[in-house]
């Protein structure tokens, strides 16, 4: 006699559509909620990410429980079975999944045909031909969930060994029902609405950083690079971070005023001026004639020294301006050095050249 037993669930109930619509509208929310924290450094929004589908997964967990729990209580029944087709449906491991189809005889219960896929070792799989009797178990609420026990009592192996089962007429169940693509689309529209109520509800935050990074994008580049002052008595420094130069406009007036700040205006003996740093040599004191005022150097004057200096030397390497007022007079000594020599000249304290050689 044919089971008359209920056909395994769909995919496609309300109850199933539902969850997947309530799965996918929690990636959507928590996946946008994660980027949009990142972009717009609010933790919370992140902590949303993050937290949403540990909650939403642990929910689930306690919503299922009560079900496990009835499915694990049902004691399974063992039943002989006969194979009438087999198919190996893919796999390149040792254990390979089978797709069998089965006519199933209880000892106590109507007869059932269905169609299960296992995984079956490759060595075993002889063992499994068509019209074999093999030992099978199955749950008797979910006939559909029939498994083959691959190894059975001495009982059951003896009888499958002995018995002979007729097939069972009529349609197979399937364990496994088509989906269809309902569960799909509604699992995709909950992810596109969950990801839109996010941009929706955070938009002014997210647009406004767009527009801020934008903003900087559009404005010159500045350099950031900072200077290192270091003053005693006897001395004071000037190094500038990379990218900036001595040469730069205003750079060496700047670095000079940085150095003789302060109601006594210390006099320099010497102001040594490289590509990235400046070094002065106070004078001491007290002595009110010695030295001159750095601050007097002719600012403008020394990146057109330096190039008249460095011309026929080849591509400069390194360039110093030495200013020396310990003789009275302020003179000003430019070298620069390059891989084609090394050109030297002398100016006044107006930056007017006095002499000029080169080597």
């Known amino acids: ?27 959507g ?10 972009v717009t450094e609010r933790a919370p929004l992140i902590i ?24 694990a209580a049902v004691v399974p029944r063992t039943a002989l079975a006969v194979i009438e087709s087999r198919e190996v449906v893919g796999g390149k491991t040792s254990d390979v ?7 199933v005889v209880p000892d106590d219960a109507p007869a059932f045909r269905v169609e299960i896929r296992q995984d079956i070792n490759l060595v075993e799989l002889p063992d499994y031909r068509a019209r074999g009797v093999v030992v099978v178990e199955y749950p008797p609420d979910r006939p559909w969930n029939t498994r083959i026990v691959k190894r059975p009592t001495p009982e059951w192996e003896e009888r499958a060994v002995v018995a002979r089962v007729d097939s069972v007429p009529g349609p ?40 801020g990074e934008n903003a900087l994008s559009r404005r010159p580049s500045v350099s950031s690079s900072s200077s290192t002052t270091a003053v005693t008595s006897a001395m004071g420094t000037v190094t500038l971070g ?14 000079v005023e940085s150095l003789t700040q302060g109601a006594n205006k210390p006099r320099a003996l010497t102001v040594v001026v490289q590509d990235r740093l400046l070094t ?22 020394v990146p057109g020294l330096v190039e008249e200096a460095r011309t026929g030397v080849g591509s400069p390497q390194s360039w110093q301006l030495a200013a ?8 000003l000594r430019v070298v620069v050095t390059g891989d084609g020599g090394t050109g030297t000249l002398e100016a006044d304290g107006q930056g007017k050249v006095l002499r000029r050689s080169g080597s």
């Open 242 to 255: 990379p990218g900036q130069s001595m040469l730069d406009e205003g750079e060496l007036r700047k670095a």
């Open 324 to 331: 020396d007022g310990v003789t009275g007079s302020l003179t």
């Open 280 to 301: 002065v040599v106070f004078a001491p004191i007290g002595v009110e004639s010695a030295g001159f005022d750095p601050r007097s150097l002719p600012y403008d004057r």
């Open 48 to 71: 949303v990410g993050l937290v949403l589908p540990a909650v939403y997964g642990f929910l689930f967990f306690l919503s299922t429980l009560p079900r496990r729990a009835r499915e």
């Open 29 to 38: 929310v928590s996946l946008t909620a994660f980027i949009s924290g990142c």
């Open 172 to 211: 197979a169940m399937k364990s496994d029902s088509p989906e269809g693509c309902a569960g799909g689309l509604l699992t995709l529209l909950g992810l596109l609405l969950g990801a839109a109520a996010v941009l929706l509800l955070f938009r002014a935050d997210l647009f406004d950083s767009y527009e």
């Open 1 to 27: 006699m044919t089971s008359a037993a209920g056909e395994p669930p769909t995919h496609n109930t309300p109850a199933a559509l539902a969850l997947g619509f309530l799965t996918g509208a929690v990636i």
């Open 97 to 103: 999944p089978v797709r069998f189809e089965l006519s």
